[in-house]
């Protein structure tokens, strides 16, 4: 009997130039140390939200990751023709029925409408559920009527709205959702465990940032002539390099947060959206649109086998320039390394493309011409075959 697809895991080495994709809290480029040397790093974050994005482009599916909901179903309700004092208050009800929440001052303490409410933990929903919070408002118009403003900061029990039929909605749930999954503690059973794990990218060679020392001219100043200067001046720091990007998907975990229904659709858009996703910070003074330089896709039946340890040594520039070509060969290697040491019995598929490259050695899989081929093939081989339980 053939061992079931159980993780679909992602591979993918990225070449990108002067740029900060990822900063921290000093706007400085994000950093680790590996293997005893200075690396860029992206955090996991910052690409799954970029991967997150474009997914949503993809699938049409969208989300609403937010501490304002209640002003979110306040506008929605403005536009529908509800007076506006009544129209905050429902919205200040609704977010109070989450739980712990705190009340933002609107202005002077005369103005007629109500403050808002804004909650202490961030809701995560599919955005439909702000227009379904909204039609719930209209079911309760009359208790909303009758109701008292909110005034000050406190817990559900401040709301006049039944909760369970707001909670029944906040509980609802898209592909972004299922994908990804969703930490809401404060709304009973409205946890989901992610299908993905997303790993901090990182170059696969030592990495220094660089100081971009930059001026900004006063037009005014220019034209005239008469001064010399620039109206600002300031620096910021910038990297380039060959990153290591990995992630996996939990098949299993996916198939049940889609309550059984074929995941085909889901995984081709996220394959497709992880590859071509990149981070848009500094997008406006660095346009890092790059594509990758090898895209390594494998599915197995045993567990997920991250290949960072290929880069553990960092790779050293090839003698005619270049981290990219050694940084493949790292990773073909270490590839076979992992297939011999494991075995390749639970090694489902593998295979890859490239822009450029045509030639790789066999441990990295079937050459696939194109993303789109490449997506296929794996998806084909991730899906359990007909009448196949696919619960974990």
Not at 97 to 126: D, L, R, S
Request: hydrophobic share 40%; proline share 4%; glycine share 8%.
């Amino acid at each position: 009997m053939m061992p079931r697809a159980r993780f679909l895991d992602i591979h993918i080495l990225q070449s990108v130039p002067f740029a900060n994709l990822n900063r921290d809290d000093t706007n400085s480029v994000k950093t680790v140390l590996y293997g005893g040397k200075l690396r860029t790093r992206v955090s996991s974050q910052s690409w799954k939200r970029a991967a997150r994005v474009e997914f949503e482009k993809l699938t049409g599916n969208s989300t609403l990751r937010t501490r304002r909901i209640g002003e979110a179903v306040t506008r929605e309700l403005a536009d529908r023709g509800w007076p506006e004092p009544l129209a905050e208050r429902a919205g200040a009800h609704i977010a109070a029925t989450v739980g712990k929440f705190e009340v933002e001052e609107q202005g002077e303490p005369k103005k007629a409408v109500p403050n808002h409410v804004i909650t202490n933990a961030m809701i995560y929903v599919p955005r439909e559920a702000v227009g379904e919070l909204a039609d719930y408002a209209e079911e309760h118009r009359e208790t909303l009527e009758a109701a008292k403003d909110i005034t000050k900061k406190g817990d559900a029990k401040a709301s006049a709205l039944p909760k369970g039929g707001i909670d029944a909605i906040l509980r609802s749930r898209n592909d972004v959702i299922n994908l990804f999954g969703r930490m809401l503690a404060e709304i009973d059973r409205a946890g989901v465990d992610g299908a993905v794990q997303v790993a901090h990218a990182m170059t696969t060679h030592e990495a220094d940032a660089d100081l971009d020392y930059f001026t900004a001219v006063d037009d005014l100043t220019f034209t005239w002539q008469d001064a010399t200067g620039s109206a600002h001046m300031g620096h910021a720091e910038f990297s380039s390099g060959t990153f290591y990007r990995y992630a996996t998907v939990d098949l299993d975990e996916l198939t049940a947060n889609l309550g059984g229904n074929d995941a085909g659709e889901v995984l081709t858009a996220f394959l497709t959206a992880f590859t071509l996703a990149v981070p848009q910070a500094k997008k406006n003074s660095t346009a890092p649109h790059t594509l990758p330089h090898l895209v390594h896709f494998a599915v197995r039946a045993d567990r997920p086998v991250s290949f960072a340890a290929a880069f553990e040594q960092p790779v050293q520039t090839a003698a005619h320039g270049g981290n990219g070509a050694p940084a493949v060969d790292a990773l073909a290697s270490y590839a076979a390394a992992a297939g011999s040491f494991l075995g390749t019995g639970n090694l489902l598929f593998r295979g890859w493309s490239s822009p450029e490259l045509k030639d790789l050695p066999e441990s990295l899989g079937a050459h696939a011409d194109g993303l789109d081929a490449l997506v296929n093939d794996t998806v084909a081989q991730a899906q359990p075959a007909a009448g196949e339980d696919g619960a974990a």
